[in-house]
């Protein structure tokens, strides 16, 4: 057990009400990178006390299955048109820092007002790219980390906490 229930709920509501103060005047589209963000965006738009939208986006890293290379392919884009308006990102953990940079780089070409990002998990200890986190729910250690929406090949998603899978270091 990394992360309780409790914890989890706890740290998400503090996020939900800051993201609510923050874009209070002009609340955000919440662009969720499938699949593992889900549950977190589910429990966050609760926490949100503003009209805020959400679209997806799925993409596909090449990697070695525990990181990624920076080579991305985008499987599912956008629905929504983002021109204009406020982006935040919410992911269930940054790791290397590849991904959102795609992702980020990609959105930047749609001239939204701002892309922010909110992340519940950040395993800092992995990152190749600096990326400014601007809301973080929990630093992790090097460690592979399940539930919560977060798997190990496609399974332990629906576990309600977040669970370190094997006590080793990522290499
Ligand atoms: C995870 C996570 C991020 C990405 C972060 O997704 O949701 O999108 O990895 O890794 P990076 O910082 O090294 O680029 P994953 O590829 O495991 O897919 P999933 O969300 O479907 O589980």
Do not use: W
Request: hydrophobic share 40%; proline share 4%; with cysteine.
């Amino acid at each position: 057990m990394l992360l309780t229930e409790d914890q989890i709920r706890r740290r998400v509501i503090e996020l939900g009400e800051r993201i609510s103060n923050d874009y209070a005047d002009d609340p955000p589209i919440l662009v969720n990178v499938l699949k593992g963000g889900v549950v977190f965006l589910a429990d966050l738009i609760r926490a949100i006390s503003l009209p805020v939208e959400i679209d997806f986006m799925e993409v596909s890293s090449y990697g070695d299955g525990t990181s990624s290379t920076g080579i991305v392919r985008i499987l599912e884009d956008l629905s929504l048109n983002v021109t204009g308006r406020h982006i935040l990102l919410v992911e269930d953990i940054v790791d290397t820092g590849h991904t959102l940079k795609y992702i980020i780089d990609n959105l930047e070409t749609r001239h939204p007002k701002s892309v922010k990002i909110c992340t519940l998990l950040d395993r800092r200890g992995r990152r190749e790219i600096e990326l400014a986190l601007d809301y973080v729910g929990f630093v992790v250690p090097n460690k592979f980390v399940v539930g919560y929406g977060l798997d190990l090949a496609q399974k332990y998603r629906n576990l309600p906490h977040i669970a370190v899978l094997e006590d080793e270091e990522i290499p």
